[in-house]
């Protein structure tokens, strides 16, 4: 828990807007409702999105109104602030899948008895091309076209939307729509957090405060993203999930620390300076990680069960069980009996190497498993499956 709205401010924060009345705000002791919108673009949210989270957590704590909106309509339309290319959009059933666990996956953070929890197809559904057109009014090509990203894509000669352009003016809506009066989100996200500064004044609303955070990166060491499947998801088992920041690149242990635990900055400190081995360093910000989603049982539990796995080479003792009926499976058909979403994450994944049965590795995706007798698969470097027969 932060100790003080200027904690808040400060950790895994990059920018305020505008810091002055923000801060006046909080001094005054005003009940703020502070949002957080989150696109349903997989059906978990990871560590990095959790951090907003936890952001919201700190201004409930302060007893401030924390309203967490589920965009599932903003989903369908997509977002492409972070993306070097146009983002496909959605299907409706493609959102009605993602969201299902979506607000009590968020109320392993918030206390939702607390929360405003909302899905914006709630009023974004009903908005008419009038109402579009004078929120569309408020903005020139020109500041969409200022984007980085946006830049680069249209210098290349590649396509973009006019789909694209009316995202941020979607997302600025949700702001009037809950009345808020301040908005976390990512840095990739100022364009679009800033939309809400600029509607607001249109429907007789003072423009909200901007809280952006620092990005977190994925376990290659690239942004977090599901994408890319490099996420730690906070549904993920404990030991799935420990062995996972297990294996983070050592560069990224401290900003973790900061970012995804809720460790004092005094105790990070005592440990990055004291324990020079980065594999400790990386064991007790598993172990951190894993408590607060999980509590201290069960991470005891992940921490015990990889030292066997991979320090002492043993194979795991409790591990899902695959049953399947015939007598043999193409690999890849495996992998995705397995946990894998795709045949092109299942090829990827064999063909990097990052597949074994019985220990030994497979890498050629066409391969014919005998289903004759029970084996153990293992999948990249944390998931293990015993596949027996029927």
């Known amino acids: 828990m932060a100790n003080s709205f200027k904690e808040i401010l400060i950790r895994g924060v990059e920018e305020v807007i505008v810091r002055e009345h923000l801060e006046a705000a909080l001094k005054s002791g005003k009940k703020l409702r502070v949002k957080l919108g989150v696109d349903p673009t ?62 009590k996956q968020a109320a392993k953070i918030i206390d939702p008895k607390k929360s405003e929890m909302h899905y914006n197809s709630t009023w974004l559904k009903k908005l008419g091309f009038l109402e579009i057109g004078k929120m569309a009014n408020a903005f020139g090509l020109h500041e969409f076209e200022a984007r980085e990203n946006i830049s680069r894509r249209m210098k290349a000669g590649k396509r973009v ?26 840095t990739d996200q100022k364009f679009n957090l800033l939309a809400g500064r ?9 423009p909200q405060d901007i809280l952006t955070r620092t990005l977190l990166e994925g376990t290659d060491g690239r942004k977090m993203s599901s994408s890319w499947g ?16 297990m294996s983070i690149p050592d560069s990224l242990i401290e900003k973790y620390f900061v970012l995804a635990t809720r460790l004092p900055a005094t105790e990070i400190h005592e440990i990055i300076t004291s324990r020079s081995n980065p594999r400790d360093q990386k064991f007790m910000l598993a172990r951190e990680i894993t408590t607060l989603y999980y509590g201290k049982k069960e991470a005891e539990k992940a ?62 995706p066409k391969e014919m498993v005998n289903l004759r007798k029970s084996f153990v698969l293992k999948i990249g470097k944390t998931k293990f499956y015993r596949v027996i027969a029927k």
């Open 230 to 245: 490099n996420v730690i998801n906070i549904t993920d088992e404990p030991n799935d999930m420990f062995g996972k920041i």
């Open 42 to 103: 997989s059906p978990n949210i990871h560590i990095g999105r959790a951090g907003a989270l936890w952001k919201l957590r700190d201004f409930q704590d302060l007893g401030h109104t924390v309203v967490f909106i589920v965009g599932d309509f903003t989903g369908l339309i997509g977002d492409t602030s972070d993306k070097e290319s146009e983002r496909p959009m959605m299907t409706e059933a493609q959102v009605k899948q993602n969201i299902k666990t979506y607000f």
């Open 303 to 364: 921490a015990k069960e990889f030292k066997n796995v991979f320090s002492n080479k043993e194979t795991p003792r409790d591990m899902p069980v695959i049953k399947l009926s015939g007598k043999l499976i193409e690999l890849m058909e495996l992998l995705i009996k397995a946990s894998v979403t795709s045949k092109s994450e299942a090829r990827r994944l064999i063909e990097q190497g990052a597949v074994e049965i019985d220990q030994k590795k497979k890498t050629d």
């Open 161 to 186: 939307s006019v789909r694209e352009l009316l995202y941020p003016i979607m997302q600025g809506y949700d702001s009037v729509a809950v009345k808020a009066d301040v908005e976390i989100g990512g």
């Open 198 to 206: 600029v509607i607001q004044p249109l429907y007789g609303q003072p």
